[in-house]
C-alpha cells in the first residue's frame, strides 16, 4: 500500500537559514510526488511534484526537491528562509492513472528573527 | 480567475445531526475531489468525482455521501455526524481527475465541529 511518512512534526530555523524537510514514500511502482503547503487558514498550494525525468525539481517560492529512488525519499529544501515561509508543509504520492492523493501528516515549520 | 470556493467556512453542528457542504470548482475543471483533515494530520481523501460520476472512494463509511452536479459544483453530506467527523473539509478541482499528471486546486476548507 501507498505511504508517506514525514518523520519531523515540526521544524524551527532562523530566517535566513536553509532548511530541509524530510519525506520518505512507500510505493511499488515510479511514484507520482508533491509538495504542498498550507498557511493558517487557507487551503492547500502546490509547491512543486515529480513526475519523471530530472530528480531535481524546481518550485515555487524558491523550494526544490530531490527524488531519491534508492532511499525512497523526496526531501524539500530551500538555500534562505523567510518568515512568509512559516506554515505547514505535506508532501504526497498518486499513483499512475489514479483519483486519490495520500498525504503525510505534515511538518510545520516555525521561522524565527 | 476565481479559485476553488466552498461553503460555509465554518460550521458548527452537534451529533447525530446531518450537514452539506457545498465546493464550486474552478472554472473548465470536471473533476472534483473531497478531503478530510483532522487537526494534526494530513488531508485523507474520500471521494472524487468526475463528470458527474464517482470514480473513487477512500476508506469512509457510508455516512458520507457527494454528488456532483451538471455545472461540476459538489456537495458533500455527512450524516449522524459524530464527535470524531469534526475536521477541516477540503475541496480540489482538475481538469479531469487523473492525479498523477493532472494538478489539483485546493478550496480554503469548511471548518466543522462536531458538539
Known amino acids: 500500500a501507498q505511504s508517506v511518512t514525514q518523520p519531523d512534526i515540526h521544524i524551527t530555523v532562523s530566517e535566513g537559514a536553509s532548511l530541509e524537510l524530510r519525506c520518505n514514500y512507500s510505493y511499488g511502482a515510479t511514484p507520482y510526488l508533491f509538495w504542498y503547503v498550507q498557511s493558517p487558514g487557507q487551503g492547500l498550494q502546490l509547491l512543486l511534484k515529480?513526475?519523471?525525468?530530472?530528480?531535481l525539481v524546481q518550485g515555487i517560492k524558491g523550494f526544490e526537491a530531490e527524488f531519491k529512488r534508492s532511499q525512497s525519499s523526496f526531501n524539500l529544501r530551500k538555500p534562505s528562509v523567510h518568515w512568509s515561509d512559516a506554515a505547514e508543509y505535506f508532501c504526497?504520492?498518486?499513483?499512475?492513472?489514479?483519483?486519490?492523493?495520500?498525504f503525510g501528516a505534515g511538518t510545520r515549520l516555525f521561522v524565527k528573527a | 480567475d476565481a479559485g476553488v470556493t466552498q461553503s460555509p467556512t465554518h460550521l458548527i453542528k452537534t451529533r447525530g445531526q446531518q450537514v452539506t457542504l457545498r465546493c464550486s470548482p474552478i472554472s473548465g475543471h470536471k473533476s472534483v475531489s473531497w478531503y478530510q483533515q483532522v487537526l494534526g494530520q494530513g488531508p485523507q481523501f474520500i471521494f472524487q468525482y468526475y463528470e458527474k460520476e464517482e470514480r473513487g472512494r477512500g476508506n469512509f463509511p457510508d455516512r458520507f455521501s457527494a454528488r456532483q452536479f451538471p455545472n461540476y459544483s459538489s456537495e458533500l453530506n455527512v450524516n449522524a455526524l459524530l464527535l470524531g467527523d469534526s475536521a477541516l473539509y477540503l475541496c480540489?478541482?482538475?481538469?479531469?481527475?487523473?492525479?498523477?499528471?493532472?494538478?489539483?486546486?485546493f478550496g480554503p476548507g469548511t471548518r466543522l465541529t462536531v458538539l
Open positions: 515529480y513526475f519523471s525525468g530530472d530528480t
Open positions: 504526497a504520492v498518486a499513483s499512475t492513472g489514479g483519483f486519490k492523493t495520500i
Open positions: 480540489a478541482s482538475s481538469l479531469d481527475g487523473d492525479t498523477s499528471t493532472d494538478t489539483q486546486y
